[in-house]
Nanobody, 115 residues
Framework: QVQLVESGGGLVQPGGSLRLSCAAS????????MNWVRQAPGKGLEWVSAIDKGGGSTYYADSVKGRFTISRDNAKNTVYLQMNSLKPEDTAVYYCNRYRYPLNWSQGTQVTVSS
């Protein structure tokens, strides 16, 4: 079964950190670029970050550059998003997906940044 399962979200104070994980199954994970997108309350999807097949090249939205780090472990079929210096405007549901040939969106993981 082709599946993406995000985890690691939660409530964090401004300036805090979280590490999101996305476990993939049912397809050859190492053959696909992966990305993270987010959806803030009442807004559309916003692309956050992408990583190539081998993990050697990474890309970020200007809004998160310097604060977030995407990485992957192809042996574990998992992509990560390390989020530091979190701001209230980072509050959103975070989703991972294949960068091209995306799968149906999963439930995502909620990140809330609030004092």
């Amino acid at each position: 079964q082709v599946q993406l399962v995000e985890s690691g979200g939660g409530l964090v104070q401004p300036g805090g950190s979280l590490r999101l994980s996305c476990a993939a199954s049912g397809f050859t994970f190492s053959s696909y670029w992966m990305n993270w997108v987010r959806q803030a309350p009442g807004k559309g999807l916003e692309w956050v970050s992408a990583i190539d097949k081998g993990g050697g090249s990474t890309y970020y939205a200007d809004s998160v550059k310097g604060r977030f780090t995407i990485s992957r472990d192809n042996a574990k079929n998992t992509v990560y998003l390390q989020m530091n210096s979190l701001k209230p405007e980072d509050t959103a549901v975070y989703y991972c997906n294949r960068y091209r040939y995306p799968l149906n969106w999963s439930q995502g993981t909620q990140v809330t940044v609030s004092s």
